[in-house]
């Protein structure tokens, strides 16, 4: 019969990281070997790698394995050295039944790459068992008018052995009246029947006792026995006739029990009891058949189920027996239908899980299919889902491979669950499904990748150190450690820009940390790169820009660029007394170095010892006249200046200036000391002021001379000069004499022009140098004008 035992084997997980399948297509007969049946396990059978072409260990490299249908273990490899051996004692009519010859078909597969090899073990018989009778004794009725050379069939006894070790003659004890012949049936049994030598005198002997003797061809040949009572009885001169020495009847193998097979009939020319039929079954040379016999209808039906499988052909022996102990025999031959009654199956021989990510043409699976119907019950088509990267490819003798169309992507997908169908072409189609899991397993093939490409961040100046001011992420659509992501700092190509020293990063989360305190007006902003790397092999990484913007807090009180307050000699402003009501006095001027709404400067007059005649402008600092002035003002006086910011807090600074009254700029002017604002220290002063009054007059003519050698040149001008306008030099002058940048802060040079009209209260003019260090000015300042 076909090897429809499975050999049973461990399934091994084993990755295919690329698979070059190689293909063999028998083109040539499988390797036969041949061994007896119960030869004890451990028997050296063949030399395997020698008789497929290896050498000694190639099979190890190669995965070699033996697969027979139904991975029942029959034999056993040792790929080291290529021996086979047998597994287990093997029994020929368990395997094969009556099937001769026995062949045991199994595969030789190699995994790497995928080679099949067909090759065949012939169990050969040997004489394990004695024949045996059905009964152990058989009962004939023998008429008296029996001729000689009648012959009278007996039950054939059974032997499980095939060929010359099955039965192969009988034997009757020695007597007078009888004699065996074996007879030869077309399926090779052997049956015996009695033949009558001499006829019988029931009144000289009405029963006899023989031995009926079996013998098999088997060395040392065995025998079987039982016992044959004949009885003698009154004549019966006519035996029973079938209508039909053959019948040839077709069954399916699904029929009911009980089910009508055929129905015989004989005849019997004798009357009354001796031509009453009767009618039995007789048992041929195998074991019980499925089959009764109504013994008066003659109808014979289904005792047992059918099964084409196990046997698709039966021969029955019908005897039709008379009332005088006459007896007619004939055949019926049942052939039994194949139906569909059997599911495809599969058997497994190679499952790998998990299969990398990335890896193109995989070998999934390695498997089998059997069907054990025939014809197109036994023609199958196996099958996957449509919508999987999966494919199957046929190999070998209904062997399938199980590969990928191409790479996986685990991203995508993690975890494929693929059911293989198989259905056979039978009506009903059956089909077998067998569903298998299969694991992509992840490659570092993603970079870390950022929430955003460009991150900005503020943090206030003077923060306390090791402060958080952000967290950069990134995430990874890897797994495991290929998606474990570090953070480190990349600094820009600025060799004066000391990262390390300014902020930090969590490797594990992305915080970042302000390592010291900021200084705005130092740092305003500042920019590095931060790396997420995975830890795949080979690690991938990606970066990010980080701009960290210096939030300004007033922390600069405002500094004031004049006058200065610093010097060891206080400055002093002359007023002219002619001065109408809003003549600029001076002009404060002063800076912050924070920056926005801090380093917006308003001005306030605080103290003055003529509170309504000096005010200044609260935005740009200009210390002006509210009302002429007269005699009676003092000749001196001292101004206390608030200059603040508008930040939160507020910070402020004050200024001091001393104002001198003059009649004209020409007047002779000693810087006065520094006093106190007191009108009772005025009047010891007026000594003082008798002087500089002399001085001033002594120097009048040289004055006076000069102011003439001027007006005849403005004389000469234009007829602008005419209309008592004064003209700037030659060459253009920026009317903006104080340059103002969109920040409020101003140049590091600056001057004032003071030009007067012709019908101008005073002629007096002055020319005012920069008296600040340029080294003492801030790069940037506020000039509120």
Known sequence: METALAKTSQQRQVIFLTILLLLWESGSEAIRYSVSEETESGYLVANLARDLGFRAGELVTRGARIHHRRNKELLQLDAETGILFLKDKLDREELCGEKDPCVLHFQVILENPV????????????????????????????????????????????????????????????????????????????NPELVLDRALDREEQPELTLTLTALDGGTPPRSGTTTVRIEVVDINDNAPQFVQSLYDVQVPENSPLNALVVRVSARDLDAGKNGDVAYSLFQGGRASQPFVIDETTGEIRLSKELDFEVTGYYNVEIAATDGGGLSGKCTVAVQVLDVNDNAPELSFSVITSPIPENSPETVVAVFSVFDLDSGDNARMVCSIQNELPFSLKSTFENYYTLVTEGPLDRESRAEYNITITVSDMGTPRLMTQHTITVQVSDINDNAPAFTQSSYILSVRENNSPALHIGTIRATDSDSGSNAHITYSLLPLNDPQLALNSLVSINADNGQLFALRALDYEALQSFEFRVAATDQGSPALSSQAMVRVLVLDDNDNAPFVLYPLQNSSAPCTELLPRAAEPGYLVTKVVAVDRDSGQNAWLSFQLLKAMEPGLFSVWAHNGEVRTTRLLSERDAPKHRLLLLVK????????????LHVLLVD?????????????????????????????????????????????????????????ASLGVCSLPEGHFPGHLVDVSGTGTLSQSYQYEVCLTGDSGTTDFKFLKPIIPNNLIPDTYMLNS
């Open 664 to 720: 004209g700029f020409s007047q002779p002017y000693l810087p006065l000391p520094e006093v106190a604002r007191d009108p009772a220290q005025d009047d010891e002063d007026v000594l003082t002021l008798y002087l500089v009054i002399a001085l001033a007059s002594v120097s009048s003519l040289f004055l006076l001379s000069v102011l003439l050698f001027v007006g005849v040149r403005l004389c000469r001008r234009t007829r602008a």
């Open 115 to 190: 080679q099949f090899f067909q090759t065949d073990l012939q169990l050969t018989d040997i004489n394990d068992h004695s024949p045996e009778f059905p009964l152990r004794e058989m009962l004939l009725t023998i008429p008296e008018s029996a001729q000689p050379g009648t012959v009278f069939p007996l039950k054939a006894a059974e032997d499980p052995d095939i060929g010359s070790n099955a039965v192969q003659n009988y034997t009757v004890s020695p007597n007078l009246h009888f004699h065996v012949v074996t007879h030869s049936r077309p399926d090779g049994s052997k």
């Open 645 to 656: 910011d508008n930040g939160d807090p507020q910070r402020s600074a004050s200024v001091t």
